[in-house]
């Protein structure tokens, strides 16, 4: 930002200004004497008041407080949540400008980082989801006791303080209508919840996964030591009001900071797994299992990434970073061998279980990062022709990516979930890859996230 407009401007000033285009995060992006403006809430085509909320020296963040003009982008009937609590950033935008603007954040990043030939790209339009609300198949909920009161729901945006929910717009009703029900179990039985002030309390978070296609659902204790207070009584509590829970656990994470799942979990009651069934694929999911969020719109994303692979008898077939086995799995009878490699250990059994559960012979299963599994294969003459990568947001490694250079497998297809990561890891495919098409997926509606699927063919 240059010194005048430094000097210009304080927290709270305000200014007129017109949203341009959508950030990756959801935000509407604005510029003031030519200083980039990103305002939560706001759609391209809104003029407003902008009030500044923060200056940095590139860029000034501001917040809405008035809307002169609306946007023809604009959905009216937006829940009050909306300003609450994530997993709701496009919430005030009309659906199908919703899958628009999705396809706009992928440019936009290709556009940053410009990979081979990007002008040139074809980006076919976002595939919609079936449903645009009550889609997402499970639930992380932090619990607390917060003045002597049982909150429990999600964090409002951008601090620690907990929104207690009974509704979500994006959750299935039977995960919220349990999710209820287990937090006047714990107020009934008065069990101790985690108290962030006092740092006392065992019970931390309530995690809730839902099957689809069965009706179930599998239920989750984080809990801050490895006593569970009163477990008898929980699971005959939870049986009598709740039947659709099939499966009850315990994860042990004593850390106040970092990740959600600490290393052990016990099952407590019931069945060891919950049960889905993906494109006609039955599989077994452990709580820690990870599964594409949205049931239905995965068999359409799988769909769409077979036929951008094009398998045949004869491909052996690489699932990088294939979790549980999903799609090897649903491949598995149109390929000729399936070598799948994922770094969670719980991963690679449930794999080999689902496998088995589902009569695939032709599946092989790995421990161990892809970038160094990968190699090691080769080194034994397994030489793959067909090759699915589906990383984690942070995209490929550098040394997988070297390792598919060197060996240009003919078929290569990329499941990305980070438009960013996709389009500098393209910066480095385009060398020996070209291009035939992006087709952006819409997984998580009311959200500016989106699921890319890249098909590649050797240059």
């Known amino acids: 930002m240059n010194n005048n407009i430094t000097e210009e401007l304080k927290i709270g000033d305000r200014f007129p200004l017109t949203i341009k285009r959508i950030g990756i995060n959801g935000e509407g992006i604005g510029f003031f004497k030519h200083v980039i403006v990103f305002v939560p809430s706001a759609v391209p085509e809104d003029v407003i008041v902008c009030e500044v909320v923060d200056l940095h020296p590139r ?20 829940t009050p949540l909306a300003s609450q609590v994530g997993g709701l950033e496009f919430a005030h935008i009309k659906y199908e400008d919703q899958l628009k603007f999705k396809a706009d954040i992928l440019k936009e990043s290709l556009e940053k980082y410009k990979p081979h ?37 999600l964090y409002k945006n951008g601090t620690q303080e907990l929104v207690d929910l009974t509704e979500m717009p994006t959750q299935m009703d039977l995960t919220m209508t349990a999710m209820r029900k287990i937090v006047q179990i714990i107020e009934d039985l008065g069990l101790p919840v985690y108290d962030p002030k006092a740092k006392s309390g065992i019970l931390s978070m309530i995690i809730i996964r839902q099957s689809v296609e069965f009706n179930q659902l599998q239920v989750t204790f984080v809990t801050r030591s490895p006593k569970f ?60 299992a990870f599964l594409q969020l949205n049931s239905l719109q995965t068999d359409k994303l799988y769909d769409l990434a077979t036929k951008a692979l094009n398998p ?35 991963a690679i059994e449930d794999a080999k279980k689902n496998a088995e559960l589902n009569d695939v012979d032709n599946a092989e299963y790995f421990v161990g990062s892809v970038d160094e599994v990968y190699p090691k ?83």
């Open 59 to 78: 860029f000034i963040n501001g917040k809405i407080h008035k809307i002169r003009t609306r946007s023809p982008y604009r959905n009216e009937d937006v």
């Open 377 to 459: 294969l080769l080194a034994q003459d397994i030489d793959p022709t067909a090759l699915i990568v589906d990383p984690p947001r942070v995209g490929l490694d550098d040394k997988l990516i070297q390792t598919i250079l060197n060996n240009r497998p003919e078929k290569l297809v990329y499941i990305s979930c980070n438009p960013s990561t996709l389009a500098k890891d393209l910066t480095a495919l385009t060398r020996k890859y070209r291009v035939d098409y992006l087709q952006p997926v819409d997984m998580f509606p009311q959200t500016p996230h989106v699921e890319t699927i890249v098909k590649f063919s050797r240059r």
């Open 229 to 288: 207070l009163k477990e008898r009584q929980v699971i005959e509590a939870i049986n009598k009001e709740i039947p659709e829970v099939c499966s009850i656990s315990q994860n042990i994470n004593l850390q106040d900071q970092g990740p959600v799942w600490g290393d052990e979990t016990k099952l407590l009651w019931g069945d060891q797994y919950l049960k889905e069934d993906i494109n006609g694929s039955i599989f077994n999911l452990s709580p820690r």
């Open 117 to 153: 030939a990007y002008e040139h790209y074809t980006i076919k339009p976002t595939v919609p989801s079936p449903q645009q609300e009550k889609y997402r198949n499970k639930a992380q909920f932090p619990i607390q006791l917060v003045d002597g009161k049982i909150k429990c729901g």
């Open 312 to 346: 045949s008898k004869d491909d052996i077939l690489l699932d990088a970073y294939c979790g549980v086995g999903t799609i090897g799995i649903t491949l598995a009878d149109q390929v000729k061998k399936v070598y799948g490699i994922e770094i969670i250990p719980e």
